[in-house]
Each structure stands twice: as structure tokens, then as C-alpha cells.
């Protein structure tokens, strides 16, 4: 069976998979084809290629790219504090579990983007709205993660800890929050995405600057070629995040054992020993000791 190729291997086939999607994109719009879908409303990668050059060479593009990164790092960043804090409380305490934790389930399932209206209502600007709801979005799965990393946490670590004398907060910041940081970073890279799709649904809602503001706008201005610049710049933004929040997770825990897999390779089993054939005159396993058994 071949081997899977190496890196510089597998960065090609990225490149080519990338490029064959283009190449298909570029086909079925050039050709007008409608079977089914219609992709003669489409906009060719060339018309979308242009308009995107365009858009560079002019400054509303770069505002309304920062004003993005601004609200989701600032939303993002309160979701992670707030979150990884709610989460280990109702974790470890029965307490906060009773106090908070009937309200969070209800709140839970609402989705964020059905809170702009209460967003308007309650902060003086959009600007803070749009942080409000960007920080809800993400708040939920890093809460979720976390609560059940920490819960999944073997209690003999814990009894370590205490056999050593060490106290309450010894415990939290070397056991609790090391164990579970695996989880926690699997609910950051959750809410990371959940926050751009919330992010760009209020910008689109209440915004006035944005990516999600612009998108909408050139679609009101049967734009299309700048609609589709819009989708692409929020894919790139959201895989750009959340491969950092992912290289940030396996940098802060390269303590835990890595396992690499490569399709293709084949596990050694286990060679399997056949049994001793048991003669007349010789022991069983019960006539011999334990410390000789294999």
C-alpha cells in the first residue's frame, strides 16, 4: 500500500484541491450551465477576482476590515474570559451550579443573532450591540467545554495535590485548569467560528461599518462580484482565527502525548502466542505459582 506523501506533499494537494474548486467555479459560470442550480446568476472567478483588486486599492475595504478583527477580538476575548470562568465555577461548585445554571440553560438554545433586538434596546450604540452579540455567541461553547473538561477530570490528581498540602487555589492552577485545557481550546475554536457568523449577521442587521455592513450593501445594490469579495475575505478572516486559536491550544499544551496518523499505514498487530499444549504428567495453571505464569 503507498505511503502518504509527506508535507511539502500534502501542501500540493491543498493547492491543487483549491485550485480544481476554482477551476469548477470558473466552468459552470463561464458556460452559463443550469441544470438544476443556476449558476448562470453567478459571478465568474474573474469578475470576483477584479472587483476584489478594486476593493484593495481602496481604503473602504481596509476600514471596514478592521472594524471587523475589532469586534470580534474584543467580543471573542470577553467570551473566552468570561466562559472559561462561568464554566469551571458551575464545575466546581453545587453552589453556582443551582444559582446559574437554570438561567444559562434557558438562555442557551436562544440564538445569538435573535438578541439584536434586546442589543438595541440596552446598549446606548451599535458598536457595543455588535460586541454584545459576538460575545454571546462565543460565550455558550467555551462555557459548555469547559464545564465538561473540568467535570471529566480524574479526582485522584486532585487527592495528589491535597496529600501534599497544597490548597483550593494549588489545585485550580495545577490540576484543574492544565486538565482541562484540551477541552477548553476545543470550545474556543467552536466559538471562534459561531462568533463570525454572529458577528457579520449583526453588522448586516445594525452596523454601519463592517464586512457583514458592505455585503449586504453591495446585495441591496445587486452587486454581486462584491458580494461574493465579502464571503471570500469572511472565509479567509475565520480560517486565519481559528488557526491561530488552534496553534495557540497545541503550543500551551505540548505537555500531552501526540499521536500521528497517516492514511494508508497499517498498525503492527500484535503477534499472538499459541498456547501450551498441556501432556499427561505435566502442571496446570492452577498447580503453577503466579510469579511464573506468562
Same mark, same amino acid.
Not at 148 to 159: G, K, T
Not at 242 to 268: F, K, M
Given at each position: 500500500?503507498? +505511503?502518504?506523501?509527506?508535507?511539502? &506533499? +500534502?501542501? *500540493? /494537494?491543498? #493547492?491543487?484541491?483549491?485550485?480544481?474548486?476554482? @477551476?469548477?467555479?470558473?466552468?459552470?459560470?463561464?458556460? %452559463? #450551465?443550469?441544470?438544476?442550480?443556476?449558476?448562470?446568476?453567478?459571478?465568474? #472567478?474573474?469578475?470576483?477576482?477584479?472587483?476584489?483588486? *478594486? +476593493?484593495?486599492? @481602496?481604503? %473602504?475595504y481596509w476600514t471596514d476590515l478592521a472594524d471587523s478583527l475589532t469586534r470580534i477580538l474584543t467580543g471573542f476575548l470577553l467570551a473566552a474570559v468570561l466562559g472559561v470562568a462561568t464554566g469551571v465555577l458551575v464545575a466546581r461548585s453545587r453552589l453556582a451550579e443551582d444559582l446559574l445554571g437554570p438561567v444559562l440553560e434557558v438562555i442557551r438554545p436562544v440564538p445569538a443573532?435573535? /438578541?439584536?433586538?434586546?442589543?438595541?434596546? /440596552?446598549?446606548p450604540s451599535n458598536e457595543q450591540g455588535i460586541v454584545f452579540i459576538t460575545c454571546t455567541a462565543a460565550f455558550f461553547p467555551v462555557l459548555v467545554s469547559t464545564r465538561?473538561?473540568?467535570?471529566?477530570?480524574?479526582?485522584?490528581? =486532585?487527592?495528589a495535590v491535597l496529600t501534599m498540602g497544597g490548597g483550593r487555589w494549588r489545585i485550580l492552577a495545577s490540576v484543574v485548569l492544565p486538565g482541562a485545557l484540551p477541552g477548553i481550546f476545543g470550545g474556543l475554536s467552536v466559538g471562534i467560528g459561531v462568533s463570525w457568523i454572529c458577528v457579520i449577521s449583526a453588522e448586516m442587521i445594525s452596523g454601519q461599518y463592517g464586512v457583514g455592513y458592505r455585503t449586504w450593501q453591495d446585495y441591496t445594490v445587486v %452587486?454581486? !462580484? &462584491?458580494?461574493?469579495?465579502?464571503?471570500?475575505?469572511i472565509g479567509v478572516?475565520?480560517?486565519?482565527?481559528?488557526?491561530? #486559536? =488552534?496553534?495557540? &491550544?497545541?503550543?500551551?499544551?505540548?505537555?500531552?502525548?501526540?499521536?500521528?496518523?497517516?492514511? @494508508?499505514?497499517?498498525? !503492527?498487530?500484535?503477534r499472538a502466542v499459541a498456547p501450551t499444549p498441556v501432556t499427561a504428567g505435566s502442571k496446570t495453571e492452577e498447580e503453577v505459582p503466579h510469579d511464573q505464569l506468562v
Open positions: 500500500m503507498p +505511503r502518504y506523501p509527506r508535507r511539502a &506533499g +500534502r501542501y *500540493a /494537494l491543498r #493547492v491543487a484541491s483549491l485550485a480544481a474548486a476554482l @477551476g469548477t467555479w470558473q466552468l459552470l459560470t463561464s458556460l %452559463d #450551465v443550469n441544470l438544476w442550480l443556476r449558476f448562470s446568476q453567478f459571478p465568474t #472567478v474573474t469578475d470576483v477576482a477584479h472587483a476584489f483588486t *478594486a +476593493r484593495l486599492s @481602496g481604503p %473602504d443573532i435573535a /438578541l439584536v433586538p434586546v442589543a438595541i434596546l /440596552l446598549f465538561h473538561a473540568v467535570r471529566a477530570l480524574s479526582p485522584v490528581w =486532585e487527592e %452587486d454581486y !462580484p &462584491g458580494v461574493f469579495v465579502g464571503m471570500v475575505t478572516l475565520g480560517w486565519l482565527t481559528s488557526t491561530a #486559536v =488552534e496553534l495557540l &491550544g497545541r503550543r500551551l499544551t505540548h505537555w500531552l502525548p501526540r499521536t500521528s496518523y497517516a492514511p @494508508g499505514t497499517r498498525v !503492527p498487530r500484535a
